[in-house]
């Protein structure tokens, strides 16, 4: 069965310190891997995608994630966090090519930025 | 731009009372997809969508229902709403296929006395 674990339900960084978001994922074919932010009171949006192609995807808002297949991780970095960052974010599997493949989403990180 | 629009942002019920939350996208997206968003739990799915009257259930179908009969439209029932069902539900579009981007509704908070 395919699963996302996401380590850590809350992470707490200064402005302009690294941010680090841990997911580990489990899947029995090639997956599809994503990462959604979701902003108070808002629905999700995507932030990046892995598809197979590079392993270290650039997203929007300066974020990037590196597939690891050794580690079965798709970790999600940004170099220097702002205080429009505070959010929830997600990391999810998406394991079949398929029109019927469901994403299994991990259960969130929610991040803060302090001043 | 993708919009997935969702007929209510808030709702409130007694039990009992049957519930119809209304889903539609407008870029012909063959998936849809119902979620509900609780606390520590992440999104868990209820039922999706692949096609007009095609359905499967997700991970959390029981006490749910759902309506597909246009493309554009995606409706979750809830025929007999308890308490337990009291949550953040959101609906999803999907183009096509699994690494296809999901694109989300705003959601709809609804909350059964």
């Known amino acids: 069965a395919q699963s996302v674990t996401q380590l850590g339900s809350h992470v707490s960084v200064s402005e302009g310190a690294l941010v680090l978001l841990r997911c580990n994922y489990s899947?029995?074919?090639?997956?599809?891997l994503f990462w959604y932010v979701q902003y108070p009171n808002q629905g999700l949006q995507l932030l990046l995608k892995y598809t197979s192609a590079a392993t270290l995807v650039k997203g929007i808002n300066g974020f990037e994630a590196e597939f690891k297949k050794s580690e079965t991780s798709f970790h999600l970095t940004k170099p220097s966090a702002h205080m429009s960052d505070a959010a929830e974010y997600f990391c999810?599997?998406?394991?079949?090519?398929?029109?019927?493949?469901?994403?299994?989403f991990g259960s969130g990180t929610r991040l803060s930025i302090r001043p | 731009d993708v919009k997935v629009t969702q007929s209510s942002r808030y709702l409130v019920k007694r039990t009992g009372e049957k519930v119809f939350l209304e889903c539609v996208q407008d870029?012909?997206?063959?998936?849809m997809f119902w979620y509900r968003q609780d606390p520590g739990l992440g999104l868990r799915l209820i039922y999706f969508s692949y096609d007009v009257k095609m359905k499967e259930k997700g991970d959390i179908p029981e006490g749910y229902s759902v309506s597909r009969e246009k493309k554009e439209r995606f409706s979750l029932i809830l025929e007999s709403a308890s308490t337990n069902q009291t949550s953040m539900y959101l609906c999803?579009?999907?183009?096509?296929?699994?690494?296809?981007?999901?694109?989300f509704g705003p959601g709809t908070r609804l909350t059964v006395l």
């Open positions: 899947s029995s074919v090639p997956p599809y």
């Open positions: 999810a599997v998406s394991p079949g090519y398929s029109s019927a493949s469901k994403i299994i």
């Open positions: 999803a579009s999907r183009m096509d296929r699994g690494p296809d981007t999901q694109y």
């Open positions: 870029m012909d997206h063959e998936n």
